[in-house]
Structures are given as C-alpha cells and as structure tokens.
C-alpha cells in the first residue's frame, strides 16, 4: 500500500507546497530544522487543516479539499509516534499497550500482541508505570501502542531527538525491525543523516517547504548533489552481507565483488547489511596503495566531479561496490589530475565506521 501527498498551505511567512508518493517500507521527509516535514505529517494525520490537497493510503482518501473529504483523525486508521513517549502516566506499560489495542478491536483485528512484545523487548516492563521507564523504554512503549492499534500507516515524529547516542542506538533496530517484519509502510521525519542511512527504503528531501529531491534512498545518497544538511554530511549507501565476525573484533562485509572490515557489528554471517561511508573519509589514489594501515581500498572511475564554492570537491565514482562518494579539496583535484573517466583507488579507514554507520 502506498501514500499520495499533494498539499499546500500558506502560513503566512511560510508556505508548504509538498506532492509525493510514499512506496511501501520507510519514506523519510529529510531536511533542516523549519523545512516544512513536520507540518506535512501532521497534515496527513488530520492534525494540520490545510488550504488545499489531497491525501490518500491506497484507495483509501483521507482528505479531498476538492471533493470535500476530510477524516477526522481518529478514522484514518495511523499510528503517530512523538518525539517524546506521550504515554498516558497513570497507566502501566500494559494497559498503555491495552489502549492501543482498544482501537484495533473497534475495526475488528489487531496486532499479534506477544510478537509485538517480543519484538521491542518490552516484556519486562509491562508492570511498571512511564515514571520507571528510560527515555528509550519510553519510545519502545509508544511504538508498541502505535503498532497495537492495527494501523494502516505510522507516522514517527523525529522519534529518537529527545534521546541521547546510547539510546538512539537502543531504539533503531526496533525501527528497522518494524520496517522489514510489521508490513505497515511508515512515514518518518527526520533531520539525521544516519536515521536516514539507517533506515529509509525511500527518500523525501524537502527545503523551505518544497520536495526538492525524491526516490530510492541509494540512489539519493549517491547523488553529489544532495547536500541538504550541508557537504559535510554527504556519503553514499552501500548495500551487502555480512562474511564473517574475526576474532580481532572486525566484521568483514561483502558489497558486490568488494570487502569491507569494519569494527564488530551485530548481525550473523548471511544477514543483509547497509553501510554509510560518508565522502569525507574517502581518500583518492591515482595508484594501487602499498603499505597502508587502511584496510578498505578498492578500484574505482570516476564519473564526475563537483566544484563547490570552498576549496572542497565532491567526486562521485562507481565501484565493485556500487557508487561512492569522495570529499577531497581543489588543490588535491588538480596535482592528482583527476577527470571524468579516470581510474582510481578509493582509501577507507575500517575505523571510519561509526556504530550507526551500519545497519541490517
């Protein structure tokens, strides 16, 4: 099941015009603070009433501002999570659970309830009140409700910014576990690159409140010219499986005929993988390096190059790999004398790898 999104709305100072399409899986709304992302999830949730557009999950029409069709939110049949837990403080996590299913019961169906319970590792805290629980409990609690209630679509509402690295760590393997197991398509905002590495299946770049980049989230990442938290952040997805875990705590990776070692990852040998290898911890050689520490190095051409206003350069290049991205300045550029065309080795640190680099 799909979502259509075609809206706008003026604010006054502000105006949102957003149109796209939501394919199965994870589409991240991505971009700065202020861009717009969250007005257009609330919109679709029914919170947000809105000059003119239309919304619709499949068949199903959540709004028409032209054929006068407007559901109230509490028909549309989502499951919202918030930045913070927005769990009810006098209940227990099973009775915050209980409510979400309340809902599902109405429409006749609901979620597996101990396979929900399984997957976010809840169990343990079913008897304690939100007081008792972490900020990661929390969010694990506020998914279970969301997804209890049987909806036909979540939307999450940058869900892991109230959250320290530790806990944003805790709570993305529910995230994509709820991709690849709940068969619900979600819609979640964002404004971190790895959330959005991690996770996204499809990708909706949005600024001043317009749609200015959308489709696969590979094959975004790996285009040059997408910079929309700044050039700093630019990197491309790779996609592969996981060899083997070494005994001296790398993981080796295989991304089509290439090898990557990074430090330790959870999954076991066979399981699909994502990587993130952000351009600036790429490094470029005109000739096959010898007697480097790196281990990740492997052949490339370049297929073109990006000038920017500073002295860095963006260079995209396609691998065994699949295509990458390289940070380097202009003066390296013009002493290596590199062009569109030219072979190359590409040079990666393996403890360039963040733990929220690599994601299943």
């Known amino acids: 099941m799909s979502l259509s999104v075609d809206i706008s709305h003026d604010f006054g100072a502000f105006r949102l015009e957003a149109a796209f399409e939501a394919p199965p899986g994870v589409t991240v709304l991505f971009g700065r603070s202020g861009s717009g992302k969250t007005s257009v999830i609330n919109a679709v949730a029914g919170l947000l009433p809105v000059d003119r557009?239309?919304?619709?999950?499949?068949?199903?029409?959540?709004?028409?501002?032209?054929?006068?069709?407007a559901l109230p939110g509490h028909r549309r049949r989502l499951g919202y999570i918030f930045q913070e837990g927005r769990l009810f403080p006098h209940l227990s996590v099973r009775q915050n659970l209980d409510y979400g299913r309340w809902f599902a019961r109405r429409r006749?169906?609901?979620?597996?309830?101990?396979?929900?319970?399984?997957?976010?590792?809840?169990?343990?805290?079913?008897?304690?009140?939100p007081a008792a629980l972490s900020g990661g409990e929390k969010q694990r609690v506020a998914i279970g409700r969301a997804l209890l209630s049987a909806p036909e679509l979540i939307l999450a509402d940058e869900p892991l910014a109230?959250?320290?690295?530790?806990?944003?760590?805790?709570?993305?393997?529910?995230?994509?576990?709820?991709?690849?197991?709940?068969?619900?398509?979600?819609?979640?905002?964002?404004?971190?690159?790895q959330e959005v590495a991690r996770l996204a299946t499809t990708v909706i770049a949005m600024e001043d409140g317009r749609v200015t980049r959308a489709g696969p989230a590979a094959e975004v990442f790996a285009d040059p010219a997408f910079t929309p938290t700044g050039v700093r952040d630019a990197g491309a997805l790779i996609e592969g499986r996981i060899l083997a875990h070494h005994e001296d705590g790398l993981t080796e990776?295989?991304?089509?005929?290439?090898?990557?070692?990074?430090?330790r990852t959870s999954g076991a040998p066979g399981q699909a993988v994502r990587l993130r290898i952000a351009a600036q911890d790429v490094m470029?050689?005109?000739?096959?390096?010898?007697?480097?520490?790196?281990?990740?190095?492997?052949?490339?051409?370049?297929t073109s190059i990006h000038l920017g206003t500073g002295?860095?350069?963006?260079?995209?290049?396609?691998?065994?790999?699949g295509a990458m991205l390289a940070r380097i300045t202009r003066r390296s550029l013009k002493a290596m004398d590199l062009r569109e065309g030219a072979s190359c080795h590409l040079v990666v640190k393996s403890v360039a790898f963040a733990p929220q680099d690599a994601g299943r």
């Not at 990776?253 to 430090?263: D, E, N, T």
């Open 108 to 129: 006749g169906g609901a979620v597996e309830v101990a396979r929900v319970i399984e997957m976010l590792g809840i169990g343990p805290l079913l008897e304690r009140r």
């Open 284 to 302: 470029l050689a005109t000739e096959a390096p010898r007697g480097l520490s790196a281990l990740n190095i492997l052949p490339g051409r370049i």
């Open 162 to 193: 109230a959250l320290d690295e530790a806990r944003k760590a805790e709570i993305l393997p529910c995230f994509e576990r709820l991709r690849d197991e709940a068969q619900v398509p979600i819609l979640y905002v964002s404004h971190s690159v």
């Open 53 to 69: 557009g239309r919304v619709a999950l499949g068949e199903r029409v959540l709004m028409d501002s032209a054929a006068g069709v």
């Open 253 to 263: 990776i295989a991304a089509g005929s290439a090898r990557f070692h990074l430090p």
């Open 311 to 321: 002295p860095g350069v963006l260079v995209s290049l396609e691998t065994p790999a």
